[in-house]
């Protein structure tokens, strides 16, 4: 898209909504947010890059192939349930521990599998219909 | 630090789920590299079939098997229950994505690897084992969409024209079933206060079958008759499965529809009941009607893949004829049905690729003479032609005779005769494709015949052999077939497993509501 | 209070149904997406839901307050969401596909699948076999 308004301040949009995606993830635990909600955030910051400054540019932002970092997602977030393996005999069962006075727990890795996740899938299909667009 | 040694065997019912989304998610991960994808798929499908097997072993030894994900106890968290009917499909399915894995190495071409052939397929077969085994009707919903999803993906791998039209028919069609499940499974909710299907078994009988109960049961059942592909919903079977891939077509002509169908088993002998009332009339008619416009639907067509596309949907009417009789012998015999016909339509499907590689056609009017080029082939195609036909001793002959007697033995007569009419119509198509692809000369002569992979024919005769197999040494598996049944029938070592309390510990939530004040209508 | 929901409910489905019934690809996805809304509209009243506190346990207390909302239709209703998103996103990347390879939105114009390998389709070069 054909803008200066929108290049000019494309980038600090990008850095704003995605540092807003993360808080949003790590907030939904207690309060309203989580995995999912933080990684439809995460892509609209990354689509905002790719309407502003074209798809090769968030691509490169992206680092990833969308569906590569769909798979690390799905591992993470299932790497999060095997700890319970060994405490309960249990999938899924969640771990907890306090790392200075902070409450963490596996719950965290699963979402952040979610939302890698919901990244790299509405991204994977996103680029293709912008770049599509574009021809 | 770790002082408990993993203990793996105690998650031997979820490990035929698990083993292929960790599948799908390395599969993903390594995207740039196809031949790391191939080798984890393989691998992954030979782990998987290991481990559906042990547990068929230990669900024939020890009965039914049940966990709690993350050890929330039922019916507060998802169970995962194998009994012996979901034991059996979880086997067969892995056995099956196993001969189409071999199959897909040399069918699938690069340009559909790229696309995410790979990822995709792991993830339905996760979607379909998950079916097969969980517990919770809300669950059950979303390994549904699981499948769908990944289905669509696979039907679009090619991107065609024809591709596209019959992936977009199919998605509008599926869609809409499952919302009618979502619908169902709300007014379930609402009526009872839970989701957990041990729970809803002890109370559903307890209940009488308010207006919101029977639309739900209902809706159930057009639900699972879009997934299935019974009479008045199938259309978008012979509008999509004869556009894909023959890999990708085997597998969904041998698993989904089957799934709709073991759903339809599981909550109608569960949760609702089929005895009194007017679900046993309603599910018959389907039945025969299905029977009927499947195998006629097939007699009109010369295109190999869309005659074995009508005759799965005529297939499933015997099914369902065993789900509408309902008394032990013809769910038996239903159950026998359906492990025989998942093997069978698949190797058909694979057959149906090895005679396009062959005769470089899928039109039989231009094939033919395939029995002096590809004498193998031939005997290959007789093995699950002549089963799904019918004909002894094959595995065909014992599941009609098996449902056929089941329904005689009740006196619905008109039914039998159905049956066996189409069996007769069955036999018609079969013997179409053999004298029109094998037998009569060829239309264009070749010099020199054109070579069939090995790879094709390696799980084409495995699945043969599994059918010879059933059909030869059938007493084993009527065996199992019976004790399924008796599990179906009687549910308490299901309820058993899964709720080892007499009463939950403490009703909660909205259970408590209708407990107290009763259900809203 | 009932039957207004039910029959606002019911009147949102029968949209959602009427636009499936149309022509046009993209009214029908649509209408799919109005459906499962209104899917979730209906777990939203199974589980009846009416005015009460959030369920979350605040701090220093022990146990979820007594006129707590129930949380299970909230997390059917969430999934069901998600699980609609996804599916209407490729839905409408399909329909988008479509219309580039058909060259038409309309679904009766859309034969591409069903005239591969049609029975009435003319077969070339066919000579008569001898049985």
Not at chain 2, 162 to 179: E, M
Request: charged letters at 10%; one cysteine or more.
């Amino acid at each position: 898209m054909q803008s200066v308004v929108l290049t000019a301040v494309a980038r600090i949009f990008f850095t704003i909504i995605l540092t807003g995606s993360v808080w949003i993830l790590l907030r939904g635990h207690n309060e309203p947010g989580g995995g999912f909600i933080g990684g439809l955030f995460g892509a609209a910051a990354f689509a905002t890059l790719a309407l502003a400054l074209g798809v090769e540019t968030a691509r490169r932002a992206l680092l990833l192939h969308p569906v590569v970092l769909m798979g690390i997602g799905l591992f993470v977030a299932f790497a999060s349930g095997v700890p319970g393996l060994i405490t309960d005999a249990s999938f899924l069962t969640h771990q907890w521990g306090s790392l200075a006075g902070i409450k963490l727990g596996t719950t965290i890795a699963f979402d952040l599998g979610v939302y890698f996740v919901v990244v790299g899938g509405v991204l994977s299909f996103m680029f293709r219909l912008f770049a599509e667009d574009a021809r | 630090m770790v002082d408990r040694v993993v203990d793996f065997s105690a998650l031997l019912v979820v490990w035929p789920v698990l083993i292929p989304i960790l599948a799908a998610a390395v599969t993903a991960c390594l995207w740039a590299w196809p031949t790391a994808q191939r080798a984890v798929g393989i691998a992954s499908l030979v782990l998987l079939l290991g481990a559906s097997l042990v547990l068929v072993w230990t669900v024939a030894s020890e009965g039914v098997v049940a966990k709690q994900f993350g050890n929330w106890a039922a019916p507060f968290g998802i169970s995962f229950v194998a009994d012996p009917l979901s034991a059996a499909m979880v086997a067969i399915s892995g056995l099956l994505a196993f001969a189409v894995g071999i199959f897909a190495l040399a069918d699938i071409r690069p340009r559909q690897e790229r696309a995410g052939f790979h990822p995709l397929f792991l993830g339905l077969i996760a979607g379909v084992n998950g079916a097969f085994l969980t517990g919770d009707i809300f669950n059950l919903y979303v390994w549904f969409e699981v499948m769908l999803i990944a289905t669509l993906g696979l039907l679009v791998i090619n991107r065609g024209k024809a591709q596209l039209d019959g992936a977009l028919k199919y998605a509008v069609l599926n869609l809409f079933g499952t919302i009618l499940f979502l619908i169902a499974v709300a007014l379930l909710y609402g009526a009872t206060g839970t989701l957990n299907m041990a729970h809803l078994a002890r109370i559903l009988p307890g209940m009488e079958m308010s207006p919101g109960l029977t639309a739900s049961a209902l809706l159930f059942l057009a639900a699972f008759g879009i997934k299935a592909g019974v009479f008045p919903l199938f259309f978008w079977l012979p509008a999509s499965y004869h556009t894909a891939p023959i890999a990708i077509a085997a597998i969904f002509a041998g698993l989904l529809t089957k799934v709709g169908v073991y759903a339809a088993f599981r909550v109608f002998t569960l949760l609702f009941e089929m005895e009194g009332g007017f679900m046993r009339e309603i599910v018959a008619v389907v039945a025969a009607l299905t029977m009927i416009t499947g195998v006629l639907g097939a007699a009109i067509q010369w295109n190999v893949r869309r005659i074995l596309s009508f005759h799965i949907i005529s297939q499933i009417g015997y099914m369902l004829m065993g789900l509408a009789i309902a008394t032990p012998v013809a769910i038996a015999g239903a159950v026998f049905y359906i492990i025989h016909h998942i093997i069978v339509k698949a190797n058909l499907f694979l057959l149906a690729g090895a005679i396009h590689r062959a005769a470089g056609t899928d039109d039989l009017r231009k094939a033919g003479g395939l029995l002096k080029s590809h004498p193998w082939l031939a005997v290959l195609f007789l093995i699950p032609a002549l089963s799904l036909a019918g004909l002894p001793p094959l595995s065909g002959f014992w599941a009609k005779f098996l449902v056929i007697d089941a329904s005689l033995r009740v006196e619905a007569w008109w039914l039998a005769a159905v049956a066996l009419v189409v069996g007769a119509l069955t036999l018609f198509s079969m013997s179409k494709i053999w004298m029109e692809a094998f037998w009569k000369k060829p239309v264009l002569v070749r010099a020199t015949p054109r070579t069939v992979p090995a790879a094709f024919l390696i799980p084409i005769a495995l699945l043969g052999a599994v059918t010879l197999g059933i059909g030869l040494f059938a007493d084993p598996f009527i065996e199992y077939a019976r004790v399924a049944t008796a599990a179906l029938v009687d549910p308490a070592q299901y309820i058993a497993e899964v709720l080892p309390t007499l009463q939950p510990a403490s009703p909660t939530g909205l259970a408590e509501i209708i407990e107290n004040k009763g259900a809203v209508q | 209070m009932t039957l207004v929901y039910a029959l606002t409910i019911a009147a949102y489905m029968g949209c959602g149904l009427y636009m499936m019934l149309s022509r046009h690809a993209v009214r029908m996805i649509l209408g799919l997406a109005l459906l499962t809304n209104g899917a979730i509209f209906l777990i939203f009243f199974a589980g009846r839901m009416g005015a009460t506190s959030p369920p979350v346990i605040p701090r220093g207390i022990d146990a979820l307050a007594a006129d707590a909302a129930n949380a299970l239709p909230q997390a059917l209703a969430l999934t069901a969401i998600v699980i609609g998103f996804a599916l209407t996103a490729f839905a409408a990347v399909l329909a988008l596909q479509t219309y580039r390879a058909l060259g038409t939105l309309d679904v009766r114009e859309m034969r591409a699948a069903e005239s591969l390998g049609a029975p009435d389709a003319p077969s070339s070069g066919r000579v008569k076999s001898d049985g």
